[in-house]
């Protein structure tokens, strides 16, 4: 699938993938800048999605990777999560390759405004002095019904997913904050990696495109990984609720205006 850019094109994209990989690393929500990017390439909406996915899976695997490095996630824990999330991520992919998804592009946006409301006037959404980390692997029922949700939901629409797993995994688990950053990157780099095998085997990847702007996402993850491990929740909270809150503006000016 070749496309021809302009070099300004290019340079778009590129500033594009850093800041979105910067995003997506502290908050999630990174696809909202994106996809809507590629799309503006010329790039058809299924194409764009794949080619997403690629560049998308740079930036949360170095991002995972920097909160494992930094001893903020433990594998072991979560390998049940892990499976869940890949089974929903591939049926997801296969539904939104198969289906309008013109009824959620309309409810998304409420969902996501509900999460900021909550953020807002809950002071422990984003976790507590008083959590501490896992010493044991969590209950396997939470983590197949988070996982196959969230898999399943990132391969069919993505945007928030990251945000979806921060909140839900504090609530359920009673992580610290960042604790919980560390388990959404790694899960997410699970149904990106998935949802990205099923479009290449679909052809609906630009292999050139992706791997450009994936580039420029892992460096914008990296630095958005060690910023967020650096300043804690006093960084993540209020910048988590400023995305979050873009995120339904936008998503709610695309599907109802």
Request: aromatic letters at 14%.
């Amino acid at each position: 699938m070749d496309l021809l850019l302009e070099p300004s094109s290019w340079a778009i994209l590129a500033a594009i993938g850093f800041i979105a990989g910067f995003i997506d690393a502290v908050a999630g929500g990174g696809g909202l800048l994106s996809i809507p990017a590629l799309l503006t390439t010329g790039i058809p909406p299924h194409a764009a999605l794949g080619t997403n996915k690629l560049a998308a899976s740079f930036g949360s695997s170095m991002s995972a990777f920097t909160y494992y490095k930094q001893q903020f996630f433990t594998p072991r824990f979560w390998y049940q999560a892990a499976i869940a999330t890949f089974i929903g991520a591939i049926f997801g992919t296969g539904v939104v390759y198969l289906i309008d998804n013109q009824w959620l592009e309309k409810w998304l946006p409420l969902m996501i405004i509900f999460i900021a409301i909550y953020t807002l006037v809950k002071p422990n959404a984003m976790g507590s002095p008083s959590f501490s980390a896992p010493t044991q692997a969590p209950a396997k029922v939470k983590q197949w019904i988070q996982g196959l949700l969230l898999g399943f939901y990132d391969g069919f629409a993505g945007p928030g997913t990251g945000a979806f797993w921060t909140i839900s995994s504090v609530s359920q688990y009673k992580l610290p904050v960042l604790e919980s950053c560390g388990l959404a990157r790694s899960m997410t780099c699970i149904s990106n990696l998935t949802s990205l095998v099923v479009f290449f085997a679909l052809g609906q990847v630009n292999i050139t495109i992706g791997l450009s702007m994936g580039l420029c996402m892992m460096l914008g993850s990296f630095v958005g990984a060690r910023t967020a491990i650096k300043f804690g929740v006093s960084f993540i909270r209020p910048l988590f609720i400023t995305i979050v809150i873009l995120m339904a503006i936008n998503l709610a000016w695309s599907a109802w205006a």
